[in-house]
């Protein structure tokens, strides 16, 4: 599950010690790294362990086996990209006028999601729970968030869908594999789409 | 009596006959009302023998089992709205400016897989197949054309995906079910979308 939310452990009584958290986050990083540069099926609990430099009882420690670290790995990445829109700098983050951060959600989204799609695409939802998984109700507040202050007498909520399924991860991998279609044409589909809506191509 | 007609054999290389092929729709608009009416679940090779006013058997003979019932009746479903947009009368079909059919099309896609949802949604693909079944395909080149007639400057291949995922039938049956939006709602939102997308709302 990508919800933002860190894996309790069912026995552990306190939060991590701050090392414990650094060290955790160092090998989730080396994990991403190799999983974007080799692609998911790289990703074991040896490789992962060679690439961080530790030993592999150190990895399976922590995330006790291949299945536990893909999703930790998943959940450290949509954390990255909640702290790049909700927090980070502009124009993705706050600081820039919504219209703006419009702009630049699409393409973030698309190249993040591009970046670790292998894990992305792995972890699906079916049908019935693709509109209830948390992380992407987050990115739906915060579209819909942005649209109602860039576009007050729009159907913000509805159009918030709308504009999220055009940058779709599963449609954007079918597009670049089966079609094609480069990422750069993607975001100007995105541009072009928020210009369009806010009547900037009138 | 529907079905006084000899089921056509394996080897037989003729088409099947006309009053043949009208007794196969009759059986699947039986079908059809029936799973409007009280959900896919009811739909057995005997309620629809019961609704048909026909034996069992003729139903067997004819689709096999339920599986193939319930796959012909989505065929049927699908081939039916396929005729209203392609051949239908206007504004859906042909005889209607582009911006009048596109404008049609919304609530025409969202008014049929209600009405059919449970076949539908039963019949679902996977993520990973998504894109590539054969009426999506049909349903996205129709609206492409459309936009491409409409709206000569835009990349008509990715907003139609974009303006078919505002009508998600995923989408419409969480936003109905889950969030109580109504019918009415996602109606307007598509004609608002059309509108601005076409520069109508600048």
């Given at each position: 599950m990508i919800d933002g939310t860190p894996l309790p452990l069912?026995?552990?009584r306190k939060p991590p010690r701050a090392d414990a958290a650094r060290n955790r986050a160092l090998l989730l990083d080396a994990a991403a790294a190799l999983a974007a540069r080799?692609?998911?099926?790289?990703?074991t609990m040896e490789s992962v362990a060679a690439a961080a430099g530790v030993g592999k009882g150190t990895v399976s420690r922590r995330f006790g086996d291949r299945n536990g670290l893909l999703q930790a790995l998943l959940d450290h990445s949509e954390r990255q990209f909640q702290e790049a829109f909700l927090?980070?700098?502009?124009p993705l983050g706050p600081g820039a006028d919504p219209l703006t951060r419009l702009h630049a959600y699409g393409p973030a989204a698309v190249r993040h999601e591009h970046l670790h799609r292998d894990l992305y695409l792995a972890a699906e939802p079916p049908p019935g729970r693709r509109y209830s998984v948390p992380a992407g109700q987050l990115r739906h507040r915060h579209v819909a968030l942005l649209l109602r202050a860039a576009l007050p007498d729009a159907d913000a909520g509805l159009l918030a869908h709308t504009l999220l399924a055009s940058v779709d991860r599963v449609l954007v991998d079918h597009l670049v594999?089966?079609?094609?279609?480069?990422l750069e044409r993607v975001e100007a589909a995105w541009h072009d789409l928020v210009d369009r809506l806010l009547g900037r191509r009138a």
């Amino acid at each position: 599950m990508i919800d933002g939310t860190p894996l309790p452990l069912a026995d552990q009584r306190k939060p991590p010690r701050a090392d414990a958290a650094r060290n955790r986050a160092l090998l989730l990083d080396a994990a991403a790294a190799l999983a974007a540069r080799c692609g998911a099926a790289a990703i074991t609990m040896e490789s992962v362990a060679a690439a961080a430099g530790v030993g592999k009882g150190t990895v399976s420690r922590r995330f006790g086996d291949r299945n536990g670290l893909l999703q930790a790995l998943l959940d450290h990445s949509e954390r990255q990209f909640q702290e790049a829109f909700l927090t980070g700098p502009p124009p993705l983050g706050p600081g820039a006028d919504p219209l703006t951060r419009l702009h630049a959600y699409g393409p973030a989204a698309v190249r993040h999601e591009h970046l670790h799609r292998d894990l992305y695409l792995a972890a699906e939802p079916p049908p019935g729970r693709r509109y209830s998984v948390p992380a992407g109700q987050l990115r739906h507040r915060h579209v819909a968030l942005l649209l109602r202050a860039a576009l007050p007498d729009a159907d913000a909520g509805l159009l918030a869908h709308t504009l999220l399924a055009s940058v779709d991860r599963v449609l954007v991998d079918h597009l670049v594999r089966e079609e094609g279609v480069s990422l750069e044409r993607v975001e100007a589909a995105w541009h072009d789409l928020v210009d369009r809506l806010l009547g900037r191509r009138a």
